[in-house]
């Protein structure tokens, strides 16, 4: 088992351009997370799924959009890419199953956007 | 909405000394979870608590869950430099999917 896989694992982009960092999981997992880490701000919540087809906003949803077609990948997308926006990315997953709620990270992507 | 605090946000120990770091919730949580986090990785999870008064250990390390599920601590016992890291606890409120993450607290271990 690969675990959780995020794609690319660093990338700069140029301010207002567009893009997707990728997640993938092959646990069969139907929790799906993305957080941002940003230096003394901890890791705050973007947007999760509960499972395919089924998406919400978490705590700093705005400039990001995310779909969920199928149950292994979720895929985290920045419109306009703003400075404020550089941080480092984690996508996550949990099962959810007989009360085992604990989350598997990726590795992340570090992205800076000049 | 949910707020979670831990403290401290830094600390520094010498080889063998014991650890603790303390998170607290502003509401009730159903489960409370931790994490450690290597400089320049990735959060990576160690345990979750549910139960009122839940206390778990694993080898040096025992986590507490408080009476009334607003409240955990992570201590570590005769610390070693593969203990250092930021630990970060993530409580839920009831969803059991959306996690609130405390800051942390970074512990570096000195040989």
């Known amino acids: 088992n690969a675990g959780v896989t995020q794609t690319p694992k660093f990338q700069v982009l140029k301010t207002g351009q567009s893009m997707t960092l990728q997640c993938a999981q092959d646990m069969n997992h139907e929790y799906m997370s993305w957080y941002r880490q940003d230096p003394g701000m901890g890791l705050r919540l973007i947007h999760y799924s509960v499972g395919a087809g089924i998406t919400d906003q978490g705590e700093v949803p705005n400039g990001y959009n995310v779909s969920r077609s199928t149950t292994e990948d979720f895929p985290l997308r920045l419109l306009s890419a703003a400075p404020s926006q550089t941080s480092v990315y984690f996508c996550?997953?949990?099962?959810?199953?007989?009360?085992?709620?604990?989350?598997?990270f990726g590795s992340g992507t570090r992205l800076t956007v000049v | 909405g949910q707020q979670v605090m831990q403290i401290p946000q830094y600390q520094h120990v010498q080889e063998g000394e014991d650890f603790t770091t303390y998170c607290n919730s502003s509401t009730t949580l159903s489960n409370i979870q931790w994490y450690k986090q290597r400089p320049g990785g990735h959060p990576v999870f160690l345990i979750q608590?549910?139960?009122?008064?839940e206390v778990k250990k694993q080898k040096r390390l025992t986590f507490q869950f408080g009476e009334a599920k607003k409240n955990s601590s992570l201590h570590i016992t005769a610390t070693q430099t593969t203990d250092v890291g930021t630990y970060f606890c993530a409580g839920d409120g009831g969803s059991n999917y959306k996690l609130t993450f405390g800051k942390g607290t970074l512990l570096t271990v000195n040989p």
């Open positions: 608590l549910v139960k009122s008064g």
């Open positions: 996550a997953s949990s099962t959810g199953l007989l009360g085992n709620y604990g989350y598997t």
